[in-house]
T-cell receptor, first 115, second 118 residues
Framework: AQSVTQLDSHVSVSEGTPVLLRCNYS??????LFWYVQHPNKGLQLLLK??????LVKGINGFEAEFKKSETSFHLTKPSAHMSDAAEYFC?????????????FGSGTRLSIRP | GAVVSQHPSRVICKSGTSVKIECRSL??????MFWYRQFPKQSLMLMAT?????????EQGVEKDKFLINHASLTLSTLTVTSAHPEDSSFYIC??????????????FGPGTRLLVL
């Protein structure tokens, strides 16, 4: 069975500094992995998606994530944090290749940005 | 990208009443819709998967007689919480997948419905 573990429940960084949100996955085969962001009172938004193509995936708003099979990790990074990045971030694994496949959410990481 | 709406955005009801939540795909046909539940400061938990025109598939531990799901058309799925109790208070989120015509096929999430049962 697939699962994801988000290692930090809360991350706080200063505006303009790098962001690192950690995610480890467990899967019996090559997984599809996603990062979603949830702003207060807004729907979940897809940041980026990995589906066994390039291991470094670039997403929206300057975010990117690197798939490392040897470390079973899919950490989310951004070079320079912006105040608008403050939100809840979810690492997600899919149990199949289709968009109709079930997806499993990590516990979430709340990102706070200090002025 | 594709748009998914939910109605109502928030609802307060008395214990013992039933509440219906609608999930609509506004600009694409959703062959599959998912219903999630999110407790405060927790992650989303999948409740059920519904395919248009067939019965929903419920996750383990989710009571199908309490959470009635109907996916009658390619653009509408409804979740009815029957005989709601305070412990049913939660944030309910739907997602839809199908042929959205976008660059990538993915699941699109609705904005969620906050249910408070008094």
């Amino acid at each position: 069975a697939q699962s994801v573990t988000q290692l930090d429940s809360h991350v706080s960084v200063s505006e303009g500094t790098p962001v690192l949100l950690r995610c480890n996955y467990s899967s019996s085969y090559s997984p599809s992995l996603f990062w979603y962001v949830q702003h207060p009172n807004k729907g979940l938004q897809l940041l980026l998606k990995y589906t066994s193509a390039a291991t470094l995936v670039k997403g929206i708003n300057g975010f990117e994530a690197e798939f490392k099979k040897s470390e079973t990790s899919f950490h989310l990074t951004k070079p320079s944090a912006h105040m608008s990045d403050a939100a809840e971030y979810f690492c997600v694994v899919s149990d199949g290749d289709s968009s109709a496949s079930k997806i499993i959410f990590g516990s979430g990481t709340r990102l706070s940005i200090r002025p | 990208g594709a748009v998914v709406s939910q109605h109502p955005s928030r609802v307060i009801c008395k214990s013992g009443t039933s509440v219906k939540i609608e999930c609509r795909s506004l600009d694409f046909q959703a062959t599959t819709m998912f219903w999630y539940r999110q407790f405060p400061k927790q992650s989303l938990m999948l409740m059920a998967t519904s395919n248009e025109g067939s019965k929903a598939t419920y996750e383990q531990g989710v009571e199908k007689d309490k959470f009635l799901i109907n996916h009658a058309s390619l653009t509408l799925s409804t979740l009815t919480v029957t005989s709601a109790h305070p412990e049913d208070s939660s944030f309910y989120i739907c997602s839809a997948s199908g042929h959205s015509g976008g660059p990538e096929e993915t699941q699109y999430f609705g904005p969620g419905t906050r249910l408070l049962v008094l």
